[in-house]
């Protein structure tokens, strides 16, 4: 039988998607916007969309997860941050690259045959990126300390058998999966959903939210990491692809050689192995 197969396209303003059967288009933060799209609103049912200045893609993670019960495949996606499932050299390549709009669409987008790799993986997360340092400094350094330091105090608290993989995840490695985007089963995603919105409803509780744009997204900073967390924690096995993300122009120079890129992430690493 054929599964129901559903990757939520987030988006907070009209622009042209790629057509794809198993794309489903959702506007986030409904609630607050000033025009509907006509994209699957995210204020619906159970939701958390008048919250998406701090949650961002989360509140259509919530809506996902709370209202597409049935779907079997589940993953999300960005409006335009999609899997680069076949770019050659993929072990060499950067993280994430870039492309002018028009020759994205132009080219077309696939997928892989998602049921026959979630048969031989867990999820589908995106290409890691290294970092001169711990995950936890590289937070602290971009974001605000006091936060990280609830976060690690929260799920101490609420589920203190997390706490072995988020230090060896956050603590011990220098490089996560970013972007908050997936590929999985709805086994997965339940599980994952039913920790991630635990965790992080507690934190609303207990910390200032910042009045800055950039540092009110805490909550999908957050769950950029959390979700290396939960998959250390549960053993899954994780097939990486990189990122690809959409420019109205993308200039020569935007994008680094694959062996620049190995350079750097070589560098980085011997960084990390003699700072720690």
């Given at each position: ?121 867990d999820i589908i997360l995106g290409k890691t990126r290294n970092h001169p340092y711990n995950i936890a400094t590289q937070y602290c350094v971009f974001h605000i300390m006091n936060d990280w330091i609830t976060l690690k105090n929260v799920i101490a608290e609420l589920t203190p058998d997390y706490i072995p993989a988020f ?110």
């Amino acid at each position: 039988m054929k599964s129901n197969i559903k990757i939520i396209v987030c988006a907070h303003k009209k622009v042209l998607l790629p057509k794809h059967e198993f794309f489903f288009p959702v506007q986030v933060g409904t609630d607050i916007a000033n025009e509907k799209l006509p994209y699957t609103p995210d204020n619906t049912g159970d939701n958390i969309s008048i919250k998406n200045k701090n949650y961002c893609e989360l509140t259509a993670h919530y809506w996902a997860w709370k209202n597409l019960k049935g779907t079997d495949i589940i993953g999300l996606n960005h409006y335009r941050r999609f899997f680069d499932f076949y770019r050659r050299q993929k072990a060499l390549s950067p993280d994430r690259s870039f492309i002018a709009a028009d020759d994205f669409f132009r080219k077309g987008y696939r997928f892989p045959d998602l049921e026959n790799v979630l048969n031989k993986y867990d999820i589908i997360l995106g290409k890691t990126r290294n970092h001169p340092y711990n995950i936890a400094t590289q937070y602290c350094v971009f974001h605000i300390m006091n936060d990280w330091i609830t976060l690690k105090n929260v799920i101490a608290e609420l589920t203190p058998d997390y706490i072995p993989a988020f230090e060896e995840t956050m603590e011990k490695s220098n490089s996560m999966s970013c972007y908050n985007m997936f590929i999985t089963s709805w086994k997965h995603f339940d599980g994952y959903s039913e920790w991630l919105f635990k965790i992080l409803f507690e934190m609303e509780k207990r910390i200032i939210l910042s009045p800055y744009e950039d540092q009110a997204r805490i909550f999908g900073y957050l769950s950029e990491r959390l979700i290396n967390v939960y998959c250390k924690r549960h053993h899954l096995k994780i097939k990486h692809y990189p990122i690809i993300m959409l420019l109205d122009e993308c200039k020569r120079g935007y994008n680094p050689s694959n062996i620049r890129y190995t350079y750097r992430r070589i560098k980085n690493n011997i960084s990390y192995f003699f700072n720690k």
